[in-house]
């Protein structure tokens, strides 16, 4: 059965920044896309950035740009968000997601949550 296993959340205050990693298992990391995906308060899930399997190839949602950056580590099977000039807005449960070839998630971990709050 596929693992992925968030960790790094917490409560910070605004325009601070928190690290996520996720750590996978049971499957060859290296040959699949990765995303980070939140779920804010009463709110649907959003999409926040993916990267690709090789880990040279990212993309943002427009909110996030310039704030957060995502990576891979294939050799540790772990997938990263630092996560800078936080805002309230960015209060979430942060999932990270295995993708599919076409972009579809199939796995998904637990979540981690962030809280940002003065």
């Known amino acids: 059965e596929v693992q992925l296993v968030e960790s790094g959340g917490g409560l910070v205050q605004p325009v601070g920044s928190l690290s996520l990693s996720c750590a996978a298992s049971v499957f060859t990391f290296s040959s699949y896309s990765m995303s980070w995906v939140r779920q804010a308060p009463g709110k649907g899930l959003e999409w926040v950035s993916i990267v690709n399997k090789g880990g040279a190839g990212t993309a943002y949602q427009d909110s996030v740009k310039g704030r957060f950056t995502i990576s891979k580590d294939n050799a540790k099977s772990t997938l990263y968000l630092q996560m800078n000039s936080l805002k309230p807005e960015d209060t979430a449960l942060y999932y990270c997601?295995?993708?599919?070839?076409?972009?579809?998630?199939?796995?998904w971990g637990q979540g981690t949550q962030v809280t940002v709050s003065s």
């Open positions: 997601a295995r993708d599919l070839p076409d972009g579809a998630p199939d796995y």
